[in-house]
Each structure stands twice: as structure tokens, then as C-alpha cells.
């Protein structure tokens, strides 16, 4: 099954920091602007706007610099009909709207006798971001050079308030301001990826996929191999990747391929562009890639996935090597699914799926002797769970046939038939389906099943948390029921406390 990692709205956090800037005044701007080929010195009504627009930045109050902006306006809208410089006028009409809004001057819907332009009809109103998206492509068609430029007027503070704004309503739920927030910000600047990364998350909290694929793909265009937009990119191959891989699982033959496809260029661009880490998220995604690999029918591409696991295991995490160890089990090849599991076990001697599947595995490999001390610490951390007992009882079957010390042999039929009549008279099964440490916190999510057939059943669960040194450092109890007769229930335990690194329970009758 398809991973998906961290939610969509997660991805949120990337905009706020990444997008974070502090707006230029226009000296400032201006001052790197020698590229720019735009004229602001003439005629006079356009000397005399720069002027103005200028000493707004060293206006010594709100009064003064608004005072200071909308004679800007006033100067450089002034006989404008004429033609001249029409280009130079708009780019300081553009420029002091930014800084209207950046200072709260205007709201972004005003009047035009508001912004300081001059002529009888004062009282239309305009809408300031349109007005400065209008008035730079004016400025960009008449002189490309400066893009650059007016690149960072688009994305002065007006911009960066509309995509915080858009971020806070996200995380208020409400949703469709945000959407309406985000598109505002694509009208200052459709070439920043941040609006499209915020629509992909609104899509996602709509259950809107087409949406989703959209604007992630917009997002990674946008993106393109800008440094600065390094995690929206790689973010967007992370998200979009993982709507084509779920989108391959629910389909077949040659669209199943298609989509499988698609999902693995997107998932080898995240893990190129990603740091070579033990990180969650590469992780999932080497996992997420072997299950589309397979859907492809690609599977002769799954070991180079974890090749460098077996030849390295210091480098990687018990997680990587645990989900390394599936992949090789999925492909059957147990003898790399043992070397895998046993890392995990040397790393994280508790990890109770990892002490499973490497049972499994050793099975698998005829290695029937390690399997049984292996299950027997499984028993220890997951005592409830009948499909261990069960297990247990096959390493015991296993090697009887081989044992030819009549006093052994008789030892081994005695504890096939001890194990497997435990778990067949078991009425509680525990499955546990995760267990997470995520900053200070830990939590186990699972299911009781009562397999009685006739009683319903409250069952108590009680759980220890361990640190890597096997010390108790909490501990919680679970009330879970009623359970009706063959059926099951799903519980989570959750801990807030450092340090654990593992879990076990008490025996759940």
C-alpha cells in the first residue's frame, strides 16, 4: 500500500519560511536596477513622480510618506493621454501602489482619488493588485530587461501578506478564503510556485485529485531549478508522485503502467534532489517507488533501491533498513531480507515487526534454529497477537523432523504442541499497526479482535514505554469495548514524554 507520508497541509510550512523576505524601498530597488532600461527622469511629470516616489522612503511618518506616494501617482498619471514615457509613469504608478498597500496606506480595493490619480472620476474604484499586475506587464512588454526587476516588486511585502493570509485561513479551516487568498497572490506573480503549492493543499483537503495534479505540476514548473524553491519543488515530486502511485494502485493493465511510470520519474527526482539522509520522508518514498516498480513490472530495479543498505548499513536508520527488509520480502528474496531485518534488530533489538518478519524470513531461509529465540523475545514485546504463537509453533515443527536425540525430539513435539494449542485457544487477538515517536510523543494504533463467539468483551490494554536502554519511562492503559462476539475494535494509545524508543504490553485475556 501506497504511503502517503506527511498530510498536504504540512506542506504549508515551506511557504512561511521560504517565502519569508523583507520588502525593498524603492532606492533600494532602483539602486540594483541598472539592468533596466525604463526611463524615470523624463518628461518632467516623470522626473518629478521619481522624485517624490523616492522621498517617501525617508518620510519621517505614515503621513508624510502616503502624502509623498499619491503625489507620485498624481505626478506620473498627469498627461498621460499624451503618451510619454507611458512605460516610465506606469512603473513609478506601480511601484508607489506597492508601497500603499505594504504600509496599510489603501486597502486593496480603493478609489482612484484615493491612490492620488488624477481626473473626474475619483470615486471609480480600483483594484490595487490588479492595477500592479496591469501596470508591470505594461513595464515588462516594453522592456523585458526589466524582469528582474519588477519580479521583486511583484513579490514585495502586498504579496508575501496575501500568501501569510491565504496560510492563516488554511489553518482556520477556512478554506475558501484561502483559495481566494492564493489566487490572489498568482495575480501579483504566477511564477512563484508558493500560490500553486497552497491550491495543490486545498485541493487535497477538497478530495479534488485532478485539481491536485494541476497544481502541483504548476508548482514544479514554477519552481523550475531555482535553489531558493528547492523544497516546494522537491515537495511537489514528493505529493505528485504519491497521487499518481495511489492512482496506479486502483487501476490495471496498461494505464496501471502508465501511472506506475509517471509516479517513479517524480519519486527519482525527490530522492536525487533530497539530502542523502535517514530522513522519514526518503524513506517512504524508496518504499512507495518498489511498490510502483512493481506495478510496472519493473521489479529487476527494486535491489539497487536498497543496495546500498546492505553495502553500508551504518549509513541508514532501523526504519530504512525495515522498509528495505519488506521490499526484499515482497520480491521473495529472502536471504537480502534477513541481512536487512537483522540491522534493524542490531540497531532497535525491540522493533516488534522487524522480530517478526525476520522469523519470517528465517523461515523462508530454512535457518529454523534462529527463528525460535526470535520469536520468543517477539512474545515478550507482543504477547497477544495469536499469529506469533502460531509462528513460534512452526519453528518448533520445523526442527523436529531433523532432531535425532530421541530426549530433544520428544522436547520439540512437546513445544509444537505447547505453542500451537496456546494460540489456538486464544479469544483475544492484539494487532498492533504502528507504533510512532514523532518529537516527544509516542503512539501505538491498533485493533482488538474478541474471537469468542458467544461473549461481548471490555478488554484492558496496558502498555510500557521504553527508552533504547530498556528502561521504563511511562506507562498507559487502554479501556477498548464492547467488543462484540468476532469482532474488533480499534484503539490508540498515545504518550507524551521523551526518550522512548520501543514498547510492550501486558497479556490481554
Aim: charged share 25%; aromatic share 6%; proline share 4%.
Amino acid at each position: 500500500m501506497i504511503r502517503p507520508g506527511k498530510s498536504a497541509a504540512v506542506a504549508l510550512g515551506f511557504a512561511l519560511s521560504a517565502a519569508v523576505g523583507v520588502p525593498r524601498s524603492a532606492v533600494a530597488q532602483d539602486a540594483a536596477a541598472a539592468s533596466c532600461s525604463i526611463e524615470e527622469g523624463s518628461p518632467k511629470d516623470v522626473a518629478t513622480a521619481y522624485l517624490r516616489l523616492n522621498s517617501a522612503s525617508s518620510a519621517k511618518d505614515k503621513a508624510a510618506k502616503a502624502k509623498s506616494l499619491r503625489e507620485a501617482v498624481k505626478s506620473a498619471s498627469t498627461g498621460i493621454e499624451k503618451g510619454q514615457n507611458v512605460p516610465g509613469r506606469n512603473y513609478i504608478m506601480a511601484k508607489a501602489y506597492v508601497l500603499m498597500l505594504a504600509d496599510s496606506i489603501v486597502p486593496s480595493v480603493t478609489t482612484r482619488g484615493d491612490l492620488g490619480l488624477i481626473g473626474p472620476t475619483a470615486a471609480e474604484r480600483v483594484d490595487v493588485i490588479v492595477a500592479i499586475d496591469s501596470l508591470l506587464d505594461s513595464v515588462e512588454k516594453a522592456a523585458p530587461d526589466c524582469t528582474t526587476e519588477t519580479d521583486m516588486w511583484r513579490q514585495n511585502k502586498p504579496w508575501l501578506d496575501l500568501l501569510n493570509s491565504s496560510i492563516a485561513a488554511m489553518d482556520r479551516g477556512q478554506v475558501d478564503s484561502a483559495e481566494m487568498l492564493a489566487n490572489r497572490t498568482l495575480v501579483l506573480h504566477q511564477t512563484n510556485p508558493y500560490g500553486y503549492q497552497i491550491l495543490a493543499s486545498i485541493a487535497a483537503r477538497k478530495n479534488d485529485s485532478a485539481k491536485q495534479v494541476e497544481m502541483w505540476q504548476k508548482a514544479i514548473t514554477a519552481a523550475g531549478t531555482d535553489t531558493m524553491h528547492k523544497d516546494v519543488r522537491r515537495q511537489a515530486h514528493y505529493y505528485l508522485g504519491n497521487i499518481y502511485a495511489e492512482q496506479a494502485q486502483a487501476s490495471s493493465g496498461a494505464e496501471q503502467i502508465r501511472l506506475a511510470r509517471e509516479a517513479q520519474k517524480l519519486y527519482r527526482v525527490f530522492l536525487d534532489e533530497s539530502p542523502d539522509s535517514a530522513s522519514d520522508d526518503r524513506t517512504i518514498v524508496r518504499s512507495n517507488l518498489a511498490i510502483v516498480l512493481t506495478y510496472a513490472g519493473d521489479t529487476a530495479e527494486i535491489p539497487k533501491l536498497y543496495a546500498d543498505l546492505i553495502a553500508n548499513p551504518d549509513k541508514y536508520s532501523a526504519t530504512d533498513h525495515l522498509a528495505a527488509g519488506d521490499m526484499a520480502a515482497r520480491l521473495n528474496r529472502s536471504t537480502d531480507a534477513v541481512r536487512l531485518y537483522e540491522n534493524v534488530i542490531k540497531k532497535n533489538p525491540n522493533e516488534r515487526k522487524a522480530l517478526f518478519n525476520l522469523a519470517a524470513s528465517y523461515y523462508a531461509e530454512k535457518q529454523y534454529a534462529k527463528m525460535v529465540p526470535t520469536v520468543h523475545h517477539l512474545v515478550e514485546i507482543d504477547p497477544s497477537h495469536t499469529e506469533n504463537w502460531k509462528l513460534l509453533g512452526y519453528a518448533y515443527a520445523m526442527l523436529q523432523p531433523e532432531e535425532k536425540d530421541p530426549a530433544k525430539k520428544k522436547a520439540l513435539t512437546d513445544s509444537i504442541v505447547k505453542y500451537s494449542t496456546l494460540a489456538d485457544a486464544m479469544t483475544t487477538d492484539v494487532t498492533v499497526e504502528e507504533f510512532t515517536v514523532r518529537g516527544g510523543k509516542a503512539s501505538v494504533d491498533g485493533t482488538i479482535t474478541n474471537l469468542d463467539p458467544k461473549a461481548t468483551k471490555t478488554y484492558q490494554i496496558k502498555f510500557e514505554f521504553l527508552d533504547k536502554d530498556g528502561k521504563v519511562v511511562a506507562t498507559q492503559e487502554a479501556s477498548v469495548g464492547p467488543v462484540a462476539p468476532t469482532s474488533a475494535k480499534a484503539f490508540k494509545v498515545e504518550v507524551d514524554k521523551p526518550g522512548i524508543a520501543w514498547f510492550r504490553y501486558a497479556p490481554v485475556k
